[in-house]
């Protein structure tokens, strides 16, 4: 069973850099065809895609973030790490790590695995 495990602060204040690691478990993040994505959701509201790291590691982006955005993996953890800086409280929200062979949606039926999500909230 694949499992996804997102880790990392849940309080930030604001102008610092975010950092966010996904573990995953019962599968390698270098499976070939795979990406492995971050997605946020604010408020209970609309899901947002922010990046991905393929399985070869290159690093995708959504253009409204990737002055702020850096993804990352560690193979030998089987790990991926968000990095966003010059975080706000627009920044506040509910971040998820997922995996599966599609990226760029923020549809949580289009990837195969899906963490449970991290709570972050940015200060003022």
């Known amino acids: 069973q694949v499992q996804l495990q997102e880790s990392g602060p849940g309080l930030v204040k604001s102008s610092q850099t975010l950092s966010l690691t996904c573990t995953v478990s019962g599968d390698s993040i270098t499976k070939t065809g795979y990406h492995w994505s971050w997605i946020r959701q604010f408020q209970g509201k609309a899901l947002e895609w922010m990046g991905a790291i393929s399985y070869g590691g290159k690093a995708l982006y959504t253009p409204s973030l990737i002055s702020r955005t850096s993804v990352s993996s560690d193979t030998s953890k089987n790990q991926f790490t968000l990095q966003l800086s010059a975080v706000t409280p627009e920044d506040t929200g509910v971040y998820f790590c997922?995996?599966?062979?599609?990226?760029?949606?923020?549809?949580?039926?289009?990837?195969?695995?899906w963490g449970q999500g991290t709570q972050v909230t940015v200060s003022s």
């Open positions: 997922a995996g599966g062979v599609i990226w760029g949606s923020a549809r949580r039926s289009d990837y195969e695995y």
